[in-house]
């Protein structure tokens, strides 16, 4: 297991953009697929974003054209970039990580091993 650190939440008008980060303290970040998760009031924990070891992307349909996934492997760093928020998007955001070399996307919870303490995301009408 990795330990995964999120920054970058906060309070933003609906409209508005956020950049979060996941700083990871594995030595060969480059072999972990990545990924981030939401958790809204009341409301289980969902996929957002992914990033294979390859760089390959997916996103849930309600983020897609808004947010933005990516990773530097030299900062051992992932990032959600979001744009264009929307109250409904409020929610604590979760990095998480597996080691682990496939070609496509893990979605679900149980795929990952690794998960940080999450980022508060609140976004006002």
């Known amino acids: 297991q990795v330990q995964l650190v999120e920054s970058g939440g906060g309070l933003v008008q609906a409209g508005g953009s956020l950049r979060l980060s996941c700083a990871a303290s594995?030595?060969?970040?480059?072999?972990?697929?990545m990924g981030w998760f939401r958790q809204a009031p009341e409301k289980e924990r969902e996929f957002v974003a992914g990033v294979n070891w390859r760089g390959t992307t997916y996103y849930v349909d309600s983020v897609k054209g808004r947010f933005t996934i990516s990773r530097d492997n030299a900062k051992n760093t992932m990032y959600l970039q979001m744009n264009s928020l929307k109250p409904e998007d409020t929610a604590v955001y979760y990095c998480?990580?597996?080691?682990?070399?496939?070609?496509?996307?893990?979605?679900?919870?149980?795929?990952?091993?690794?998960w940080g303490q999450g980022t508060q995301v609140t976004v006002s009408s």
């Open positions: 998480a990580a597996r080691d682990v070399q496939i070609p496509f996307v893990l979605t679900t919870e149980a795929r990952y091993d690794s």
């Open positions: 594995a030595r060969t970040f480059s072999n972990y697929a």
